[in-house]
């Protein structure tokens, strides 16, 4: 064989937060011998161009890979996030999948990872430093870590036209940006410009500074409802019961979302605005309050010009602010993609197959991979679930997830090994907390409530799809 190819068993295609979760787990089940390759000079996806400043939304406990922790488990004592689990930041999570790859996939010999390098169609891969090209027999399965096709501002350029004379950078830029500007017009309204606007107030910048210019407002995940570890387990098996509980009651979508409010499972920013838009983004409490406010918010769809007098929108135009630092936080996170068969021969693509859980997602999909035959078998188990994007996609996501968990019940030999799975929240939890007579009365209330749940949410969605 020539020098420049390589032969494996499973050739990954992302060296992001899912390839890696894949790679781990299959690492963990097999003696398979795995080649990643990724463009990026260091493992970590789209962690290498994130903003300085940015942190998980959801507790550490949840993110990585199956066979290390993240952080140290420990609960917030200041800050925004103070009494929930630590958020790794994107340095600490960038240096742990440096360690991962440095310390435990190498050392394997049954590890080749390609930074700078790129997968083609034909099968090969393409240096970007060098420029050679390798040849791959791979014996077993081509696994697709980038469905998703991750993007931050700092790599997507923004979408509308803007003035030579606009000041327009992306939030990676702000640190340094900061101190030359004494007034910041935050373009776009998701969790990047949450972030962007929650770290100038917390920075000092009084809220008079501050524009806000959000197409659409959000629902918001209530992070305390997210919490792992025994004294959160009761909150966190809960609210799943509560949720179905709203989704029983409902009698209209608009009645829902009042319920999951009232209940203290879904958060908005301003009450006085209902919500278009659900991303499966996470947030506190004190965040929420924080972000409050900012009262010079424009809702007038997407920014379509910023000229050096005024700004162009899809539904009016605004005057500009002389001078203003603009942070372009419109990127859209992740694309919205049709989902595709995860096991397909001998492709595996890797999705979301629990809401929101993309690590627990990637290990599963490699531990069903590991374990089951068919891929009638294992896409039954694996059933991708849907990028939300509209309020209404929560119901859709949500019937959905309720089928995969039915899915994942009836195989006990899955269930058991998802419910002690550390990033199912299992390395934080004590197994005697499940023989308590509270939680025992949550999971009645879930069993309870699952029947009604799914009926009414498939009524829901059909007076839906009559109203199209």
Known sequence: MPETDYQTDYLIIGAGALGLGFADQILTETDASLIIVDRHHAPGGHWNDAYPFVRLHQPSAFYGVGSRDLGSNQIDGSGINKGYYELASGAEVQTYFERLVKDRFLPSGRVRYLPLCEFREDGSIHSLASGKVFQVAVKKKI??????????????????????????????DLPREIEHHKHFTIVGGGKTGMDVA???????????????????????????????????YARFLGAKATQLECCARAESVEHLFELLERQGQLLRIDKNVRPTMYHNATI??????????????????????????????????????ENSLYIDCSASAISRRTNRQVFDGKTITIQMIRAGLFSLSASVIAHVEANYESDDEKNHLCMPLMMPNADTDWLVLNRAEGEILRRW????????????????????RSPDIEQTEAIKAIKLRIRDASEAAAANLDRLLNTLESAE
């Open 143 to 172: 696994v697709d870590a980038t469905f998703f096709n991750t993007a931050v501002p700092s790599v997507c350029p923004p979408a509308y036209e803007y003035a030579s004379g606009v000041k327009l950078v992306p939030p990676n």
């Open 409 to 428: 019940s009836a195989d006990k030999a899955l269930r058991n090994w998802v419910g002690s799975h550390r990033l199912a929240g299992a390395s934080l």
């Open 198 to 232: 929650v770290w100038l107030l917390g920075n000092g910048v009084d809220q008079s500074a501050i524009r806000w210019i959000v197409p659409r407002d959000s629902w918001l995940i209530n992070r305390e409802t997210t919490q792992p570890g025994d004294q959160f």
């Open 284 to 321: 506190a409490p004190a965040e929420v309050e924080l972000l409050a406010h900012i009262k010079d918010v424009i809702r007038l769809g997407r920014v379509e010009r910023i000229g050096n007098t005024g700004i162009e929108l899809q539904r009016g135009d605004v005057p500009a602010i």
